[in-house]
């Protein structure tokens, strides 16, 4: 996998227009330390290998070797994907250790992956087998190799450090072959310098080695999340007989907490070190996920309350990570950066859904597993986030000064309402935000309705289940194609108008879902709501940003969030019985009347127009 990470490095990074010679800038801190780490971890491996290593000394000579390894890329943790990198070594070097200096590889993953492990004969690792009891977890299970890759060329058994090592040489490499003229690594983790980064917006990203521990902490929690969210599925219905109410209480819990907690949350967020947040929130994630498993054993309602308690931490990260933002990369990156973020959530939803389902299937009823990877990912994504350097943003003035800059002894009401006033008197933001509330009332009864929607069209040899799973994919094709090329023209995009142009096209798609009777027609119309959503979306959170105080920056985030996520539930609610009343072909083309009049009365308002 690290090799692996090396050759998408270099295969990317001349894709676009780097050069190898460039790597030959690159100024590493201690150097000579990886040097002495990599003889190290080579002759060791070649000793391991003739067999001339004794058991007691191996586990702390294999120490010796991975904490010097740390230690170095630590050192040069500011360099895009190294923190990465760094936390990948320690993944690996604690379940080796644990294991008396030799890494714990999972029986069933060998034989999913294609190897019998019978015939697999090795010098560095040990069969891990057994029931997945506190055993398995003292033996580093978590960390150890666990995930089947059975594609040929790369077939192997992967361990979560593996995916970071790879994932961080792979960032690390792109930036030194595209960065020009020097990379350097400084003691102090800062915004890297602009001079000689390429134009492309998505490359000075990847060069910026802040904004890539952030964006790799998103991709890593978010692929975890999609796992674990299967394997909650494949627990309650196992443990509930499927009941359909166990189901529902689930995904309320997961999705009420934004609209409940979210407010109060984005206060505290502009009281508190939004960094450390971030950091707490992952913390805590991973600790509410690690004991699902376990309460699930005791009474289904234990696994409800956490998953609540997750998604309340949930809605303290996303406004501290919008709050953020704008102190990790340039202004004129910030649209693409927000792209960027929304590309790493669609394609976790695309390929870890994906994956995750035939992950969990591998699993069959050792399901704990998926939690456990889960949280490994939280707190792969806490460490990241930890390593970036993200100012403290202070209220202005020592009261009430400026529009609702709270003073030292404001209580967290005076806080909201002052982030409500700010919102409200705002006219760029208050207009974008009745107008995404509207739009979100069509697209949730798309949502609840979209099953209904396929399986009324003629579907040829297909079968319904089969036709909504392109339904779906096709909306999600839409939102990453959406989110790729938002983002690499973002600097010629006028926000305003995007804005206006997304929810006028949503609108429009859903009067024609009203009338259409194709199947290939549906999937074209699912994939321009996908695109429309983000032409919108990603503008709007990039003008909060910069157009709200940094002191009143996550409430004001938070009461967006819940406003919208208030009309989301209340469509996915109502719908349904309004379509069973009026028809399926109604509601549809009201819902799009509606997003459409929204949109287009954005040109009505100038603030909008030139935003």
């Excluded at 859904?353 to 992950?359: C, D, E, I, N």
């Excluded at 003629?458 to 779906?472: H, N």
């Excluded at 909060?544 to 609610?573: C, H, K, W, Y």
């Amino acid at each position: 996998m690290p090799a692996l990470g090396v050759l998408l490095g270099f295969g990317l990074g001349l894709a676009a227009g780097g050069r190898l010679d460039n790597l030959l800038d690159v100024r590493l801190r201690w150097w000579p330390v990886l040097l002495i780490a990599a003889g190290a971890r080579f002759g060791l491996d070649a000793a391991l290998t003739g067999g001339g290593i004794p058991d007691a000394v191996r586990m702390w000579l294999v120490l010796v070797a991975y904490v010097l390894l740390t230690v170095m890329l630590l050192a040069n943790r500011n360099l895009p994907g190294l923190t990465a990198a760094a936390l990948g070594t320690v993944a690996n070097g604690i379940a080796i250790v644990v294991n008396g200096g030799w890494m714990p590889v999972w029986q069933p993953s060998l034989a999913a992956a294609g190897f019998d492990p019978a015939a697999v004969q090795s010098s560095f690792h040990v069969l891990l087998t057994g029931p997945m009891d506190a055993s398995f977890f003292a033996h580093g299970g978590p960390l150890a190799d666990v995930i089947p890759i059975p594609i040929p060329i790369i077939q192997s058994v992967a361990s979560v450090g593996d995916l970071l090592l790879g994932a961080g040489l792979a960032f690390f490499v792109f930036a030194a072959v595209v960065r020009a003229p020097v990379l350097v690594s400084v003691s102090v983790p800062a915004a890297p310098a602009r001079a000689g980064a390429l134009r492309h917006p998505y490359v000075r990203l990847a060069t910026n080695g802040p904004f890539s521990a952030m964006w790799l902490a998103q991709v890593i929690s978010s692929l975890g999340d999609r796992v674990h969210q299967i394997a909650l599925v494949f627990l309650v219905e196992r443990a509930t007989n499927a009941s359909p109410l166990a189901l529902g209480l689930v995904f309320a819990a997961m999705t009420l907490p934004t609209s409940l907690v979210g407010p109060l949350a984005g206060a505290l967020v502009d009281r508190w070190n939004r960094k450390w947040v971030m950091v707490g929130s992952d913390l805590v994630r991973a600790g509410l996920v690690f004991a699902i498993p376990i309460v699930a054993v005791v009474h289904i309602s234990l696994v409800v309350g956490l998953v609540f308690l997750i998604a309340a931490a949930s809605s303290f990260f996303r406004p501290a990570r919008a709050a953020a933002l704008p102190h990790v990369v340039p202004d004129e990156d910030l649209l693409t950066a927000n792209s960027a973020m929304w590309v790493a959530d669609t394609v976790s939803d695309l390929a870890g859904y994906g994956l995750g389902g035939l992950f969990v299937a591998f699993l069959g009823s050792a399901l704990s597993l998926a939690f456990w990877i889960d949280g490994a990912s939280y707190l792969a994504s806490a460490a990241l986030v930890a390593a970036v350097a993200i100012p403290r943003i202070l209220p202005a003035g020592g009261g009430q000064a400026g529009v609702g800059a709270p003073g030292v002894g404001a209580s967290l009401r005076a806080d909201l309402v002052a982030g409500w006033r700010f919102l409200r008197a705002e006219t760029v933001l208050f207009a974008t935000t009745v107008q995404a509330t509207i739009a979100e009332y069509g697209l949730g009864a798309l949502t609840a309705l979209s099953p209904l929607l396929v399986a009324a069209l003629p579907l040829g040899r297909l079968d319904a289940p089969t036709a909504y799973g392109f339904f779906e994919m096709s909306m999600g094709v839409g939102l990453l194609g959406g989110g790729l090329v938002i983002g690499a023209i973002a600097t010629r995009i006028p926000k305003g108008p995007a804005i206006v142009t997304g929810f006028t096209v949503l609108g429009m798609s859903l009067i024609l879902f009203s009338v259409t009777g194709s199947l290939w027609l549906a999937l074209v119309l699912a994939a321009v709501v996908g695109l429309a959503n983000v032409v919108f979306v990603v503008p709007s959170q990039t003008i909060f940003q910069q157009r709200t105080p940094d002191e009143m920056l996550g409430r004001v985030v938070a009461i967006r969030l819940a406003l919208v996520n208030v009309m989301l539930a209340v469509s996915m609610a109502t719908s349904g019985l309004f379509a069973q009343i009026f028809g399926l072909d109604v509601v549809l083309a009201g819902c799009g009347i509606l997003a459409a009049a929204a949109g287009l009365a954005g040109f009505a308002v100038r603030a909008i127009r030139e935003a």
